[in-house]
């Protein structure tokens, strides 16, 4: 079966602070991709992980993957409020004629307190 | 900007009705799909289609039915409409990716179409 588990599912945070929300995946893949969503918004892509030791960043995200570990990690440096949203890792992870088909995690909601 | 338009943003049905709900995306993508999300469930495939008049089935595909006759155009249907399938719908469009080597796979998503079945 395929699964992806995202780790954890809640957080909440101080501002400032340090944090890492994990991605892990079940089955062989080197097609990693993050998103955000905002309450009641859709999800908006944010970094997109195509090849082992992929690392993206943007601002105070950074985001990383280890294909042979099956693991993504997204890190947040010196959160602030803005960054408050819930964070969806997905992984292509099916072999389709015409190319990817995502599975996603169940998704991490964070807290970012003033 | 690839857009992806979802053509009701909250609709409410009675169990039984048949439901529809559009989306149509401005990029040319092959690929389009449709996801429903549901508190601690995630995203879930429903139906996703790679061409004009094309379909597969996703995850949980029982009670849905799909359309594609133009490729702008992703129509989802709820034959007839139950509680359970009261959840947010979310349709996505991204380009081919196999043998061409240009594209991420990367999805676009429209805002989502909140359905309440009463």
């Known amino acids: 079966e395929l699964k992806v588990e995202q780790n954890p599912l809640f957080l909440s945070m101080q501002e400032g602070k340090n944090y890492t929300i994990y991605c892990n995946y079940s089955t062989t893949s080197d097609r990693l991709y993050w998103y955000r969503q905002d309450p009641g918004k859709s999800l908006e892509s944010l970094f997109v992980l195509l090849s082992n030791g992929a690392v993206k960043q943007e601002g105070r995200l950074m985001a990383s993957l280890d294909t042979k570990a099956r693991l993504s990690t997204l890190h947040i440096t010196a959160a602030v409020h803005d960054l408050s949203a819930t964070y969806f890792c997905?992984?292509?992870?099916?072999?389709?004629?015409?190319?990817?088909?995502?599975?996603f995690g169940g998704g991490t909601r964070l807290m970012v307190k003033p | 900007d690839v857009k992806v338009t979802q053509s009701s943003r909250y609709l409410v049905k009675r169990t039984g009705e048949k439901v529809f709900l559009e989306c149509v995306q401005d990029?040319?993508?092959?690929?389009m799909f449709w996801y429903r999300q549901d508190p601690g469930l995630g995203l879930r495939l429903i139906y996703f289609?790679?061409?004009?008049?094309?379909?597969e089935k996703g995850d949980i595909p029982e009670g849905y039915s799909v359309s594609r006759e133009k490729k702008e155009r992703f129509s989802l249907i709820l034959e007839s409409a139950s509680t359970n399938q009261t959840s947010m719908y979310l349709c996505?469009?991204?380009?081919?990716?196999?043998?061409?080597?240009?594209?991420?796979?990367?999805?676009?998503f429209g805002e989502g179409s909140r359905l309440t079945v009463l």
């Open positions: 990029m040319d993508h092959e690929n």
């Open positions: 997905a992984v292509d992870m099916r072999e389709w004629n015409a190319g990817n088909m995502l599975t």
């Open positions: 996505a469009s991204s380009l081919i990716t196999i043998g061409t080597g240009k594209n991420t796979g990367e999805l676009f």
């Open positions: 289609s790679y061409d004009v008049k094309m379909k």
